[in-house]
DNA sequence: TGACATGCCTCGAACGACAAAGTAAATTTA
DNA sequence: TAAATTTACTTTGTCGTTCGAGGCATGTCA
């Protein structure tokens, strides 16, 4: 029982949660929305991905988390930390290396005898 | 043990094996050497992972296979079949779909508000 | 009253990438 | 000629991750 957004997603929540915490600080469901409006509605993100991933990367010491009750209701607030903004450094050059390496394979012309 | 080429590989090796074979056809081992090339280095994918990738490839029909003796050593030559030149189609634009989704993320100004 | 939105959380399944190791023959090198 | 390297294919097992579905509780709007 996965796939939706179909393959190529490995890391990809990851690296767009510390994008939108990088630039402000956000609870879990607004970041299920957020990372729609984003990338142009070529990704959507269910709340069974975020939520483990925000988890996760505050466990490692990436976020930190803040409860805010608001309205009678709570909201976790997570921000970066140092340890995350240089996480999501590395993710975003990692990320350049590997999309720009497959562009030239797939915009390379025919043949490229090994 | 995974992760060496990490995150943002999922799907990644099925695409770059259908990119070249949609060029010509070849054998497992040079594959391997060629993704190297094709990709300026960015991406280096092991036989562990091309040979499961050529044989479910195989499997479900994408891939036709021929087997041909040569210099007494046994090559398997691969090709596209129809069924696989529109999968790589199809996946071909999924990957401009989402890694243009994420390039928006990425690229955009600070905060866009939920 | 009910339906829907907000907000959090967790489970289990399915998938897929990967390293490592194994086999075997040809080629190269010492 | 013996040893090491390269070619070539294969399989096993582990591990991380995404994902849908479900559950819970409160608030708002009809």
Redesign the interface.
Known sequence: MAQT????????P???VL??LA??EMYGY?IV???K???????SLGEGVIYPVLHGLEKSGALRAKRKPVNGRTRVYYSLTSKGRSRFER??R??D??????????S?R???K?
């Open positions: 957004n179909p393959p190529f997603m490995s890391g990809v990851e690296l767009l994008r939108l630039g402000q607004e929305r957020a990372v409006l984003v990338t142009d509605e070529a990704i993710l975003t990692e990320w290396r590997v999309s720009s390496g497959i562009h030239s394979a797939l390379g025919e043949h490229a090994a």
